[in-house]
């Protein structure tokens, strides 16, 4: 299920991308990066009243404060994703994030940072990640 889920929210990445990028067109980056966040809080209240309605005071529980961070790092990956979707196209735009997303990913768990379980190297997933970055040069090339 779990892969399944990862396909969906790549997709919708690349769909949001390119619906949030045709947005600015219409308005400007922090005005459109303003109306997006604000209908995602309005989803996200909507699934919360009919999903539990846990109390927010608990998030303050988290014993890594740095973790309240999310919402201001999610208003700085909408403002990247349609900047880079304007200047690149959606398609390399993409790979360039999914590559980078990877990579981050890997030295979070190489290092076992922000509570993440510290995984060993291994010479097959710096392999894999070296082919991504040959497949965004094959891309690119003309």
């Known amino acids: 299920m779990g892969w399944l889920i990862a396909l969906i929210s790549g997709a919708l990445m690349s769909i949001q991308g390119v619906f949030n990028t045709a947005l600015t067109k219409s308005s400007s980056l922090w005005t459109a990066n303003s109306f997006v966040q604000f209908t995602a809080w309005i989803v ?12 927010f005071g608990e998030l303050w529980q988290v014993d890594n404060k740095l973790m309240l961070l999310g919402g201001v790092i999610g208003a700085f990956i909408t403002m990247t994703v349609i900047k880079s979707m304007n200047d690149l196209g959606p398609a390399r735009s993409v790979m360039l994030i999914v ?12 290092l076992g940072i922000w509570g993440v379980e510290k995984q060993p190297f291994e010479f097959r997933k710096a392999i894999g990640m070296a082919l991504a970055i040959a497949g965004i040069i094959i891309f690119k090339w003309k």
């Open 44 to 55: 996200c209240m909507i699934a919360w009243f009919f999903t539990g309605r846990k109390s």
């Open 99 to 110: 590559v980078s997303q990877l990579v981050v990913a890997y030295v979070i768990e190489l």
